[in-house]
C-alpha cells in the first residue's frame, strides 16, 4: 500500500500539484462514488470553506512542510470543528449543532497544516443509542454506510464512515472515536489500519462522548505509516482533559523514528487466542490469514509464545451504562446555545417527537440512561465496574510481565484493551473469498505505542499485502 501523507508531500515539493487540485481531487471522488444513487453513503458534510484553506496552504508553502501539510482528512461526526460544519453524531436531534470551538486534538491537526475536508457519517451516536437491530454505520441524519469491498456486509464500528472513507480513497486519512471496538473493528471490516491509543494519549475534549472512563479518539490510514504520523500530531496534553496531565503539550511525538523492516528481530510477542464470549470464532480463512502472519512474524525474527490468553470481565461494560448521562449533559452544556439541546433527556424528548425519522431502530439505551441511572456515578454497580476494570488492567500488565512480551497479538477481537485503556490497532492480514478484508488486533502496555507500531509496521512489510476495492 502507498503512503499517502509521504507521496502527497512529495508531489507538493515537486510542484506536480496544488492542494487546491489535491481538495478537488477528493471532492469529485466523494461526488462520484460516496453522494450518488447507490453510493457509500461515508462522507456526511464537505467543509464549505475547504478550497479557500487550501488556497491559503498553497500560498504559505515553504520548503518545510508541517507533519500534515495539505493531506486531506474526514472527521468522525463527534468531533467539534468551530468552522461551518456541524458535529452531531450523526442525530437529527444535534443536527443544528454548530460547535465555537475546535475539539483539541482538531486544533493540532490545524497547526500540523491538515486540511479538513469535512465530517464522516457514523452509527449515531457511536452505537450507543439502542441494541434493538440498528446496524453499524445507520444513523438518521446520514443513513447507512456501504462497505465497499461487499455491499451485503457490515462496515462495522461506530468509526464506520472514516473506515470506509479511507478504504474508498475518499480522503487521505480519517480520525474515529472509540470506547469498546469502534476504530478497531470498522478498520478490520474495510482493510485499513486503526489505532486505539492508549487512554490519555490523545485528548477527549469537545468530542460528543459515551464514557469517559473508556473514550478516545485515533487515527485510521491506509497504512502503518500514516497513521503513526496522524497519532504523533494529535498527542498531547490539554488542561481540559485530565486523562491527559501527565504528558507534555509542547511537542510533536515522532513515532516514524520507531518504524523499521527489521523491527521484528528478538521481539516477543504473545499470542492471545482468547475472544469475548459476544464474538464468533474465527472462521477457517482466518485462521488461515493469521497463521500466515504468524509464519511471517517469525521469519522476520520474532519469538511467539502461544497461547497467553487474557480476556476482559463482562462487568466492565456497565460503565458505558452509568458514565453516558453525565457526560452527555456535561459536553451539551458546553454547548452554550449554539443547540437547543441541553440534556440527554432533551435528546430522548427530542427523538419520540420526530420518532418517524429519528428513531427507526428506537433508543433503548438512550432511555435505560436517562430513566435508570442517577447522573451522579454512585450506583454500586457502576462502582464495582470501575473495580472489575483496575482488575483488568493489573491482570494485563502481569501477563505482559510474567512472560516478557513485548505485545500482544490476538486471533480474533479482544475487548479487554479499550476496556482496560491499553493501546491496540488493526492492519489488514488478508482478504475473504467474499471479498471482505480480513484483520488482525495487536496489543502493547499503556504508552508504549512506539513497540506497538514498530511491531505493526513491520508485519504490514512483511506480508506486502495491497487491499483496494475493486469498484474504486
Known amino acids: 500500500m502507498h503512503d499517502m501523507i509521504q507521496s502527497l508531500h512529495r508531489m507538493y515539493r515537486d510542484q506536480q500539484t496544488t492542494v487546491r487540485k489535491v481538495a478537488i481531487k477528493y471532492i469529485t471522488r466523494i461526488m462520484e462514488t460516496d453522494q450518488r444513487e447507490g453510493g457509500l453513503r461515508s462522507v456526511l458534510e464537505i467543509n464549505p470553506d475547504v478550497l479557500f484553506i487550501a488556497d491559503a496552504l498553497d500560498k504559505n508553502r515553504g520548503k518545510i512542510m508541517p507533519p500534515l501539510y495539505g493531506i486531506p482528512i474526514l472527521l468522525k461526526d463527534?468531533?467539534?470543528?468551530?468552522?461551518?460544519?456541524?458535529t452531531s453524531a450523526g442525530s437529527v436531534a444535534l443536527a443544528d449543532n454548530y460547535a465555537r470551538h475546535d475539539a483539541h486534538i482538531v486544533t493540532r491537526l490545524r497547526q500540523a497544516g491538515a486540511l479538513l475536508l469535512g465530517k464522516a457519517n457514523?452509527?449515531?451516536?457511536?452505537?450507543?443509542?439502542?441494541?434493538?437491530?440498528?446496524?453499524?454505520?445507520?444513523?438518521?441524519?446520514?443513513?447507512q454506510v456501504v462497505n465497499p469491498y461487499n455491499?451485503?456486509?457490515?462496515?462495522?464500528?461506530?468509526?464506520?464512515?472514516?473506515?470506509?472513507?479511507?478504504?474508498?480513497?475518499?480522503?487521505?486519512?480519517?480520525?474515529?472515536?472509540?470506547?469498546c471496538g469502534s476504530i478497531l473493528s470498522p478498520a478490520g471490516a474495510n482493510g485499513i489500519v486503526g489505532i486505539k491509543p492508549t487512554l490519555g494519549l490523545l485528548s477527549r475534549s469537545g468530542i460528543i462522548p459515551i464514557s469517559g472512563t473508556l473514550d478516545t479518539p485515533g487515527p485510521m490510514a491506509r497504512t502503518v505509516r500514516d497513521a503513526a504520523i496522524l497519532l504523533g500530531v494529535m498527542a498531547g496534553a490539554d488542561p481540559d482533559d485530565a486523562a491527559t496531565h501527565t504528558l507534555r503539550s509542547d511537542?510533536?511525538?515522532?513515532?516514524?523514528?520507531?518504524?523499521?523492516?527489521?523491527?521484528?528481530?528478538?521481539?516477543?510477542?504473545g499470542i492471545n487466542r482468547a475472544a469475548p464470549e459476544d464474538e464468533p470464532p474465527p472462521t477457517e480463512e482466518e485462521k488461515t490469514a493469521?497463521?500466515?502472519?504468524?509464519?511471517?512474524?517469525?521469519?522476520?525474527?520474532?519469538?511467539?509464545?502461544?497461547?497467553?490468553?487474557?480476556?476482559?470481565?463482562?462487568?466492565?461494560?456497565?460503565?458505558?451504562?452509568?458514565?453516558?448521562k453525565a457526560c452527555m449533559n456535561h459536553y451539551l452544556s458546553t454547548l452554550r446555545g449554539s443547540s437547543k439541546m441541553t440534556s440527554l433527556q432533551d435528546i430522548v424528548a427530542f427523538n419520540q417527537a420526530h420518532a418517524p425519522v429519528a428513531l427507526k431502530y428506537?433508543?433503548?439505551?438512550?432511555?435505560?440512561?436517562?430513566?435508570?441511572?442517577?447522573?451522579?456515578?454512585?450506583?454500586?454497580?457502576?462502582?464495582?465496574?470501575?473495580?472489575?476494570?483496575?482488575?483488568?488492567?493489573?491482570?494485563?500488565?502481569?501477563?505482559f510481565d510474567a512472560h516478557g512480551i513485548d505485545v500482544m497479538l490476538c486471533e480474533t477481537f479482544a475487548d479487554i484493551a479499550p476496556l482496560a485503556g491499553f493501546p491496540s490497532m488493526s492492519i489488514p492480514i488478508g482478504q475473504r473469498?467474499?471479498?471482505?478484508?480480513?484483520?488482525?488486533?495487536?496489543?502493547?502496555?499503556?504508552?508504549?505505542?512506539?513497540t506497538m507500531l514498530r511491531a505493526a509496521y513491520a508485519a504490514e512489510s512483511g506480508l506486502g499485502l495491497d487491499l483496494r476495492p475493486e469498484f474504486t
Open 122 to 143: 457514523m452509527t449515531e451516536f457511536a452505537n450507543y443509542m439502542t441494541r434493538e437491530g440498528m446496524p453499524s454505520g445507520y444513523s438518521s441524519r446520514g443513513g
Open 290 to 324: 493469521f497463521e500466515t502472519l504468524c509464519k511471517a512474524l517469525r521469519a522476520g525474527g520474532a519469538v511467539l509464545i502461544d497461547r497467553v490468553n487474557i480476556s476482559a470481565p463482562p462487568g466492565i461494560l456497565h460503565i458505558m451504562r452509568y458514565e453516558l
Open 151 to 179: 455491499r451485503e456486509k457490515t462496515p462495522s464500528g461506530s468509526s464506520s464512515g472514516s473506515a470506509v472513507a479511507v478504504a474508498a480513497g475518499l480522503c487521505a486519512a480519517a480520525i474515529g472515536t472509540e470506547t
Open 362 to 399: 428506537g433508543q433503548s439505551l438512550l432511555n435505560d440512561s436517562q430513566n435508570n441511572t442517577s447522573g451522579t456515578m454512585t450506583e454500586p454497580e457502576y462502582l464495582q465496574a470501575l473495580a472489575e476494570r483496575e482488575k483488568a488492567i493489573e491482570s494485563l500488565d502481569r501477563t
Open 433 to 450: 473469498r467474499d471479498k471482505l478484508p480480513i484483520g488482525s488486533t495487536w496489543i502493547a502496555r499503556r504508552f508504549d505505542e512506539a
Open 251 to 269: 511537542e510533536t511525538i515522532d513515532y516514524l523514528a520507531h518504524l523499521r523492516k527489521d523491527g521484528l528481530s528478538g521481539m516477543r510477542i
Open 78 to 86: 463527534n468531533i467539534n470543528t468551530g468552522d461551518k460544519t456541524r
